[in-house]
């Protein structure tokens, strides 16, 4: 794994906030100076201009990063909608240039560094002016490879797939698929597992059950 890494999905609400954190989180308990940020957020409750409860407050809180929530991301909005969507209703854009250098300084504050996405890969951060700018064209110009979080149940092998494909169809590099939710006593999740590494050749480098708080991903998997 390289020394930094991008967290995207299958889809929305499958669990990339929760599973980010116990990956960093993990990181830092093994003595690995690992950060967060996340490029764009939406659906977050804010005071006087300062995020309260957000994905990024979750993460900062789990992982004991030694920073504010506010500084682990680039932009937020209170709706909870797509980001272009959110910009636009907010009277603004997304700066890509802005985020790349946000990136920039987060990395050099880090050894290690997780970007955490906002729905699936396509997620659309620009569509304006016939503009077709995607969470896939920010991972391709921050040079990251992606790990993929996907649920343990029913459908998950069809989303998985589809995931997988779209990645490797515009040349991201996949490290892993991490499957949350994911029940050991089920023989569906199990199944799931054994045939999403059948179908897309990439590793589950990881399985997350409900409520779980820690995640066993070995330490020199991200030396």
């Known amino acids: ?12 609400d499958i669990g990339k906030t929760y599973v980010s954190a116990l990956i960093v989180k993990k990181m830092r308990e093994v003595g690995l100076n690992c950060g967060y940020f996340k490029p764009v957020l939406s659906g977050v409750v804010a005071e006087n201009g300062l995020l ?13 990063i030694p920073a504010k929530a506010d500084d682990c991301v680039a932009y937020w909005w209170k709706e909870a909608v797509s980001p272009h969507l959110a910009a636009k209703r907010a009277g603004g854009e997304i700066n890509i240039s802005s985020i790349k250098e946000q990136f920039a300084e987060k990395q050099n504050q880090y050894d290690y560094l997780l970007v955490e996405g906002a729905g699936g890969i396509t997620c659309p951060l620009r569509l304006e002016n016939g503009e077709k700018y995607l969470l896939k064209d920010l991972i391709k110009e921050l040079g990251l490879n992606i790990i993929i979080v996907a649920d343990g149940g029913l459908g998950t092998i069809n989303s998985t797939l589809l995931t997988v494909e779209y990645a490797k169809a515009n040349n991201i590099k996949i490290e892993g698929i991490i499957l949350n939710n994911f029940n050991p006593d089920s023989f569906m999740h199990q199944d799931n597992l054994k045939q999403t590494e059948y179908l897309t050749g990439v590793k589950v480098i990881a399985v997350v059950e409900k409520n779980q708080n820690d995640i066993k991903l070995l330490k020199d998997y991200f030396n």
């Open 1 to 12: 794994m390289s020394k930094n890494v991008f967290i995207t999905a299958t889809g929305t």
């Open 52 to 64: 309260v409860e957000s994905d990024c407050n979750y993460v900062v809180k789990t992982a004991n």
